[in-house]
T-cell receptor
Framework: EAGVAQSPRYKIIEKRQSVAFWCNPISGHATLYWYQQILGQGPKLLIQFQNNGVVDDSQLPKDRFSAERLKGVDSTLKIQPAKLEDSAVYLC???????????????FGSGTRLTVV | GESVGLHLPTLSVQEGDNSIINCAYSNSASDYFIWYKQESGKGPQFIIDIRSNMDKRQGQRVTVLLNKTVKHLSLQIAATQPGDSAVYFCAENVVGGYQKVTFGTGTKLQVIP
């Protein structure tokens, strides 16, 4: 079974520039998550999709971050404009379904490492 | 690749010894707990989980203990191997309609050959 695919693996941009990350979840996984992992910390949930609808974006800095999951499969996360403190690894995860109380195939991708200079 | 454990607490263990990694959680509403292993340059990988109606669960070389009274979770790794070197995170599933995994502070495990 193919895992969660993310691209690019690395990205370096200057502050105030824009950047986008792409995630392709495991086939058939209805739920998709974007996490931000700052160096030395645990991943922090930014946004959660159930199919193509957002179920939780309470920790997404909506003034600069946006995400979409068109057709309920692939997803993109965008930052515009980027700040120095956005330097982090952006992880995508997917699971079969939500609301079950147990993890259901919850799998992470390898992430995109963003450096803002 | 760059280490994800640069500023994390570190546990150094001799190869072959047992490792114990501890974690405190704060949300008494959480009913499901997970341990993840994260190697440099990779995403977190599921190790073992436990539900709040249990206090112990065993896997292959790993055991998770849950003490709900003091909101404490531990991961025990038997006969630690060099391949166990990584950052370990505990995570909790917050009750409330949809799965949402919240990660705690990680611990970097260094296995000394």
């Amino acid at each position: 079974e193919a895992g969660v695919a993310q691209s690019p693996r690395y990205k370096i941009i200057e502050k105030r520039q824009s950047v986008a990350f792409w995630c392709n979840p495991i086939s058939g996984h209805a739920t998709l998550y974007w996490y931000q992992q700052i160096l030395g910390q645990g991943p922090k949930l930014l946004i959660q999709f159930q199919n193509n609808g957002v179920v939780d974006d309470s920790q997404l800095p909506k003034d600069r971050f946006s995400a979409e999951r068109l057709k309920g499969v692939d997803s993109t996360l965008k930052i515009q404009p980027a700040k120095l403190e956005d330097s982090a690894v952006y992880l995508c995860a997917s699971s079969l379904r939500a609301g079950q109380g147990m993890l259901d195939g919850y799998t992470f991708g390898s992430g995109t490492r963003l450096t803002v200079v | 690749g760059e280490s994800v454990g640069l500023h994390l607490p570190t546990l150094s263990v001799q190869e072959g010894d047992n490792s114990i990694i501890n974690c405190a959680y704060s949300n008494s509403a959480s009913d499901y707990f997970i341990w993840y292993k994260q190697e440099s340059g990779k995403g977190p990988q599921f190790i073992i989980d436990i539900r709040s109606n249990m206090d112990k669960r065993q896997g292959q070389r790993v055991t998770v203990l849950l003490n709900k009274t003091v909101k404490h979770l531990s991961l025990q790794i038997a006969a630690t191997q060099p391949g166990d070197s990584a950052v370990y995170f505990c995570a909790e599933n917050v009750v409330g309609g949809y799965q949402k995994v919240t990660f705690g502070t990680g611990t970097k495990l260094q296995v000394i050959p």
